[in-house]
């Protein structure tokens, strides 16, 4: 069991480029979850994903970013015209179907806009 | 809209000393987590809290749960170097996602 897996664990994009994120939940987890840290502080929901459906993106900033969970392959965190201020590490969880609880994180994408 | 305070935000304490981090929170939640997170790393789990009264114990960290005052405790027992990170704890808000706290950095020191 491989558990959540992130990759690129660092990318760098210059000002304007795209950034694109994935996640591979764990095995028999259906729900995916990203996350974003700022330096020095908590973790911030931004968007919240099954299979073909988006569920909650309440915390997504209303342009640029935007994500996909497809029927098959990872998830994708897509950040587009990326600015320095997206800087930062994000973070995919997922988790198991409705019933269940706990949520697994994966190592993080570090994402440094230069 | 559900608020999660952590206090305090830095904590520096002696090698064998005792310290307790709080965390409230606004909203009725029947789950709670506990986090550590070391520089640069991922979040690693320490605790599910399920239910009020719940008491969970791993080592020097013993983390309890009181959902009447919306109050959850992460307590530290005779501090050691090795438990310096940074301790997160979240709420599940009863909508699919974790609401987290701000974070309570920990320098253990000898």
Known sequence: NAGVMQNPRHLVRRRGQ????????????SHVYWYRQL?????KFMVYLQKENI??????PKERFSAEFPK?????????????GDSAAYFCASSPPEG???YTFGSGTRLTVV | ELKVEQNPLFLSMQEGKNYT???NYSTTSDRLYWYRQDPGKSLESLFVLLSNGAVKQEGRLMASLDTKA?????????AVHDLSATYFCAVDANTDKLIFGTGTRLQVFP
């Open chain 1, 18 to 29: 795209e950034a694109r994120l994935r996640c591979s939940p764990m095995k028999g987890h």
């Open chain 1, 39 to 43: 330096p020095e502080e908590g973790l």
């Open chain 1, 55 to 60: 569920i909650d993106e309440s915390g997504m």
């Open chain 1, 72 to 84: 098959e392959g990872p998830s994708i965190l897509r950040i587009q015209q990326v600015v320095r």
């Open chain 1, 100 to 102: 269940l609880y706990g």
């Open chain 2, 21 to 23: 981090i709080y965390c």
């Open chain 2, 70 to 78: 919306r109050l959850s405790t992460l307590h530290i027992t005779a």
